[in-house]
T-cell receptor, first 116, second 110 residues
Framework: KAGVTQTPRYLIKTRGQQVTLSCSPI?????VSWYQQTPGQGLQFLFE???????NKGNFPGRFSGRQFSNSRSEMNVSTLELGDSALYLC???????????????FGPGTRLLVL | GDSVTQMEGPVTLSEEAFLTINCTYT??????LFWYVQYPGEGLQLLLK?????DKGSNKGFEATYRKETTSFHLEKGSVQVSDSAVYFC?????????FGQGTILTVHP
């Protein structure tokens, strides 16, 4: 079974631009979560989508948004990029049967975003 | 809110040494606990998990026991290898998300 895939793997953008990242979950998984990883803040939860609906949300500004399609693929968008948005963005998928996240999350390799 | 505290790193060991990485947590309810590992340039891989008190998770020689009385989930391995060099994250589930510790960098020398 193929794992979680993320595209692109690397991105360079300039301040003020916007960016869209994509995540394809493991086949059969309906939940997709997004995390931001930085050296200073570590791993922080952005949001989770299940069956095309945002089910949980972390403490990030509205510039960070996402969506999920009927095939469970998810996209994350960051508008008006800031230097501090430079990070590794990870997505994770699971069957999503447990809204409490008791089940295992399977992570993709991440998209490394550099904002200049 | 929920939080996870890992021992300060980095940790440097010689091959075949014993490894302990401490992890304590604060949470409401009864979270599941996880250890994830991240190799250079890669995403996170689940190493082991435990879903209730006194459960022991194990995988690839690594073990961790869910201790509710001490709110801990320490990671141990009896004999580390060079290939174990990576960043290790302790995490708990709750509130609709995973909450991670800061990560511990492990370097194993031959």
């Amino acid at each position: 079974k193929a794992g979680v895939t993320q595209t692109p793997r690397y991105l360079i953008k300039t301040r003020g631009q916007q960016v869209t990242l994509s995540c394809s979950p493991i086949s059969g998984h309906r939940s997709v979560s997004w995390y931001q990883q930085t050296p200073g803040q570590g791993l922080q939860f952005l949001f989770e989508y299940f069956s095309e609906t945002q089910r949980n949300k972390g403490n990030f500004p509205g510039r960070f948004s996402g969506r999920q399609f009927s095939n469970s693929r998810s996209e994350m968008n960051v508008s008006t990029l800031e230097l501090g948005d430079s990070a590794l963005y990870l997505c994770a998928s699971s069957q999503g049967l447990e809204a409490s996240f008791q089940e295992t999350q399977y992570f993709g390799p991440g998209t490394r975003l550099l904002v200049l | 809110g929920d939080s996870v505290t890992q021992m300060e790193g980095p940790v440097t060991l010689s091959e075949e040494a014993f490894l302990t990485i401490n992890c304590t947590y604060t949470a409401t309810g009864y979270p599941s606990l996880f250890w994830y590992v991240q190799y250079p340039g890669e995403g996170l891989q689940l190493l082991l998990k435990a879903t209730k008190a006194d459960d022991k998770g194990s995988n690839k020689g690594f073990e961790a026991t869910y201790r509710k009385e001490t709110t801990s989930f320490h990671l141990e391995k009896g004999s580390v290898q060079v290939s174990d060099s990576a960043v290790y994250f302790c995490a708990l589930s709750g509130g609709g998300k995973l909450t991670f510790g800061q990560g511990t960098i492990l370097t194993v020398h031959p």
